[in-house]
């Protein structure tokens, strides 16, 4: 038996969405996320519908990352609630649930939790720092991917990589 000693770090935020709930709520999907998050890519492995579904399987491997498997852990369609389960073995295990909620006609709040586990020393490294900071990296791209999805809601077309704020 080992004698690691996992951490735990939870972070959540909000962010306004220009577009109904029910706009939106369908955007939060692995596939759907190519229509409007420049440089997304992901394999999906299993999915009955195609799309975000309960028990949906894919894979990533973003710079910095490194290759995650992602489980679609809860989907409801109804109350615009899903949530995913991401492993990076050896590093990380991440929950991201996700809610929007209505606020208008035209308008709804995106609401996002992490609940981040660390699986090895690097990833406890990642939670002191995320707690050094009281999440700003979480944050900050939990913001990045709002300006991302308002740009597409209000254009119609993808925030690219070079307009992204630095």
């Not at 972070?11 to 939060?28: G, I, Q, T, W």
Request: some cysteine.
């Amino acid at each position: 038996m080992t004698t690691f000693k996992a951490k735990r770090f939870t972070h959540s935020c909000s962010m306004p969405a220009a577009a109904a709930a029910d706009a939106v709520f369908p955007l939060l999907c692995p596939v759907r996320e190519y229509e409007w998050i420049d440089g997304w890519d992901c394999r999906l492995v299993y999915s009955r519908s195609g799309v975000a579904e309960e028990d949906a399987v894919f894979t990533t491997d973003m710079a910095g990352e490194g290759p995650t498997v992602w489980v679609t852990a809860h989907h409801d369609p109804k109350a615009r609630r899903v949530s995913y389960i991401r492993v990076t073995p050896e590093v990380k295990v991440l929950r991201m649930d996700l809610q929007v909620d209505e606020v208008s006609k035209e308008a709804s709040l995106w609401r996002i939790r992490y609940t981040l586990t660390a699986l090895g020393e690097k990833g406890n490294s990642l939670i002191d720092h995320l707690s050094e900071s009281q999440g700003g990296e979480l944050s900050a791209r939990a913001d990045l991917l709002g300006r991302m999805l308002n740009h597409f809601l209000t254009t119609g077309s993808m925030l690219k990589k070079e307009d992204w704020p630095r």
